[in-house]
Each structure stands twice: as C-alpha cells, then as structure tokens.
T-cell receptor, first 115, second 113 residues
Framework: AQKITQTQPGMFVQEKEAVTLDCTYD???????LFWYKQPSSGEMIFLIY??????QNATEGRYSLNFQKARKSANLVISASQLGDSAMYFCAMRETTGANNLFFGTGTRLTVIP | EAQVTQNPRYLITVTGKKLTVTCSQNMNHEYMSWYRQDPGLGLRQIYYSMNVEVTDKGDVPEGYKVSRKEKRNFPLILESPSPNQTSLYFC????????????FGPGTRLTVL
C-alpha cells in the first residue's frame, strides 16, 4: 500500500486566491511526522512545513498551513494569497519512527498560479 | 550559510564508467540520505546513514554504494552505471532524531548513455 497518496496531479489557482493540496497517508506507527516540500522548475527541494502526529494544533508557516485530520489520515497543505512564485511541484512526505526512518514521498501535485 | 552541497550538478556519462557524486553538509547532522527522483514515482531512498561508519540500504539500493567516513560527507558511488540509473539525485541530511526535518541538496542530474 502507498504510504503517501496525492490524488491531484495538477491544480490551477488564481493569483491572490487560496488553494488546498490534498495528501493522505497510511501508517501504523503512532509517532510520525508529515512534511511538505516545494520543488520549483529549477529542481531543488525546499522544505515548507512540518506537522508531528502528536501536535495538538495545525502547523502554520507564513502563507502555508497544514490542515491535519488525524482520524482521516489526511494532511492537506493550504496556501493562502497565492503568488506567481508559488507555481511549482508540491510533495507531501511522511517520516516514521520505525524502520529505515526515511521520508516516504507522494507523487506530487503541480500547482500553476494564473495571473 | 547552513546547506547541503552536491557535486557535480549535471553529469552525462556512458555505461560502465564508474562515477562518484559527492555530498557534504555543514550543519553537523548525524543522519544523511540519498534519494532518486523519477517522473511519476516521487522520490525513493537509495541509502541512508545514521552516523559515521553506519550505513544501510533504502528502498532502491541496487547498483549503488555509499560510504560515511566523516560526519559531513556522504558520497554516492555508481561502480558500473547503466541507463536505468539516469535520474535526478538528491542528498539530504537531518539532525538525527527520528522526526527531524530533512534538508536537501540542490540535486544532481545524471544521464547514463
């Protein structure tokens, strides 16, 4: 089974609008971390936001927030007031405390911000 | 500046010619890892290292070797590259605690002809 599922291959959003990128995950580990990374066309992987499984509040970092619904095993990324520079691939990832401790990545969502 | 560096950034080589991609971090991180990124597959872990002289296989280790002789360096070695190793490679590092954020290098785009 896929550890991380991103069902939106591509999304479009109008500049200055908010957009939600979906992510669901699968784990039996009670302690885990969820991450979002941005990959612009230049190729680098930029860390955006982190949510721990025991965190009581949803994580926020500037215009990024994570809508964490533990019972539904979802960790959606919300980008508010979209900017043209937000156009990129976005990856959801999970790290568990067991096993190889690597990051499991989804297949990504390509976000395009329309002027 | 805290960073992960990789070299080279771009490499075109031929089948069977041994190559090494270097990775270095200046954040005193214990955990380092290599990933490859292929279209439609996301990123997959090749090898990881919990600390100096401690390395282990990730999900796709075949055809790769690594070493961790110093804390800051974690080179990826392709002894006999093949065309199916054409990919975008990322090195990443984190402090060491299991849920720490991994920070990525700029990537190395490798083409094997």
């Amino acid at each position: 089974a896929q550890k991380i599922t991103q069902t939106q291959p591509g999304m479009f959003v109008q500049e200055k609008e908010a957009v939600t990128l979906d992510c669901t995950y699968d784990t039996s580990d009670p302690s885990y971390g969820l991450f979002w990374y941005k990959q612009p066309s230049s190729g680098e992987m930029i860390f955006l936001i982190y949510q721990g499984s025991y965190d009581q509040q949803n994580a926020t970092e500037g215009r990024y927030s994570l809508n964490f619904q533990k019972a539904r095993k979802s960790a959606n990324l919300v980008i508010s007031a979209s900017q043209l520079g937000d156009s990129a691939m976005y990856f959801c990832a999970m790290r568990e405390t067991t096993g190889a401790n690597n990051l499991f990545f989804g297949t990504g969502t390509r976000l395009t911000v329309i002027p | 500046e805290a960073q992960v560096t990789q070299n080279p950034r771009y490499l075109i080589t031929v089948t069977g010619k041994k190559l090494t991609v270097t990775c270095s971090q200046n954040m005193n991180h214990e955990y380092m890892s290599w990933y490859r990124q292929d279209p439609g597959l996301g990123l997959r872990q090749i090898y990881y290292s919990m600390n100096v002289e401690v390395t282990d296989k990730g999900d796709v280790p075949e055809g790769y070797k690594v070493s961790r002789k110093e804390k800051r360096n974690f080179p990826l070695i392709l002894e006999s590259p093949s065309p199916n190793q054409t990919s975008l490679y990322f090195c990443a590092s984190s402090l060491g605690r299991r849920l720490d954020t991994q920070y990525f290098g700029p990537g190395t785009r490798l083409t094997v002809l």
